[in-house]
């Protein structure tokens, strides 16, 4: 980790003692002696691992640095303008996301940003109960309060529009099951009531001579009507009355456990 920038601007020892030698580290505030240091982090990019830190420095007499350098009040609206940049761009491409992977993409770094936002309005607030007498940190705060709240909106949406869009392609594909069981009982239920008329057909139309060529005709309607009530008693089996009633008997378990017990 690279160590910490000290900037071209003197500062108090106590706040000196207060600052890590690495890094400035979380967005926050450090007030000592008159002096107020506004640690803050520009907004994240791609997975949000990284923090680029924007330092800010107001002296006692109220003039305000940045990095060092002056004007800080310029850098401060420059800096709450890239937020407000990046979150009209998520607005843009939430309401051009036309599937769940193109909202699961915006939602990856969504995340960050959103988070970093809440932290930025948390450090001007404390800036602002540190320093009550400066406007600048009022409006500041206040443009922050809204960047953060319309992020934490849009990142509500966007989960609340994956959800909804991996539900109804759970509920198509559960339809589809459904369809697809649904057709196989039908063949099922066709096989079932030709198998023993095919099976009969095929004895008969053997070429041998048993002497049933010879027999009247309403033997062959018998024989047809056997043939189709074993059909009948094979659709019966084949309908698996065992699952059915395991079925019927678990869905009565679920009515009763979510029924109010009676005291």
Do not use: C
Not at 177 to 206: C, D, S, W, Y
Not at 233 to 260: N, Q, T, Y
């Amino acid at each position: 980790m690279s160590r910490r920038i000290d900037y071209d601007w003197e500062l108090p020892p106590a706040m000196l003692q207060r600052l890590g030698r690495d890094s400035y580290g979380a967005q926050r505030i450090v007030h000592e002696d008159g002096h107020l240091l506004v640690i803050l982090h520009e907004p994240p990019a791609g997975s949000g691992s990284e923090r680029r830190h924007s330092v800010f420095l107001r002296k006692p007499d109220g003039g305000w640095f940045h990095k060092g350098s002056t004007p800080g009040e310029r850098a401060f609206a420059k800096l709450l303008e890239s937020y407000r940049a990046a979150l009209a761009t998520f607005e843009q491409r939430h309401e051009a996301a036309a599937d769940a992977e193109a909202l699961f993409q915006i939602l990856g770094p969504l995340i960050p940003l959103s988070r970093a936002a809440a932290n930025l309005q948390a450090a001007l607030q404390a800036a602002r109960e540190a320093v009550k007498d400066d406007p600048l940190l009022v409006d500041l705060r206040d443009r922050a309060v809204e960047i953060a709240r319309g992020l934490e909106l849009l990142l509500a949406d966007t989960r609340m529009s994956l959800d909804f869009r991996l539900a109804h392609a759970a509920e198509a594909q559960a339809r589809a099951a459904l369809e697809a069981t649904r057709a196989q009982h039908k063949l099922n239920t066709i096989a079932a009531l030709t198998f023993p008329l095919m099976a009969i057909g095929a004895v008969f139309g053997m070429n041998l001579h048993s002497g049933a060529e010879n027999l009247p005709a309403w033997v062959y309607w018998a024989i047809f009507l056997a043939g189709l009530l074993m059909g009948l008693m094979l659709r019966g089996w084949v309908k698996a009355p065992e699952a059915v009633g395991a079925a019927a008997s678990a869905d009565g378990k679920a009515k009763a456990s979510i029924a109010p017990k009676k005291k």
